[in-house]
């Protein structure tokens, strides 16, 4: 069995070109978001590059998946975000979801 290709496609973003990144197009995918923030791609995550972050719309991968209603998916962002995104600047990803 072939080993699967590496993901750095889905993580890579390039805003100067006009490319972002893959995962706020597959949020609504769990299965596919599960594979791609599993441990095993570990190597490919870094603090340095954000993977989460909000569009020119103003939405970002969890607004996504909450207007779906995929509370997994959310959960694996919240994970994700909270080791490698893990500073006060990305709050705004959660501003408009939080209850006061």
Do not use: W
């Not at 995550?45 to 954000?50: A, E, I, K, N, V």
């Not at 909000?54 to 995929?70: C, H, P």
Request: aromatic fraction near 18%; hydrophobic fraction near 40%; include cysteine.
């Amino acid at each position: 069995m072939k080993d699967q290709p590496n993901p750095t496609f889905f993580f890579k973003v390039f805003l100067e070109l006009g490319r972002k990144s893959m995962l706020q197009y597959i949020a609504f995918d769990y299965r596919s978001m599960r594979t791609l923030l599993d441990e095993g791609n570990e190597q490919y995550f870094t603090s340095q590059f954000p993977l989460f972050y909000k569009n020119e719309d103003g939405n970002s991968a969890i607004d996504v998946a909450l207007d779906k209603n995929l509370i997994r998916s959310v959960n694996l962002f919240n994970d994700y975000i909270c080791k490698y995104q893990n500073t006060y600047i990305f709050a705004h990803l959660f501003e408009h979801n939080l209850l006061a």
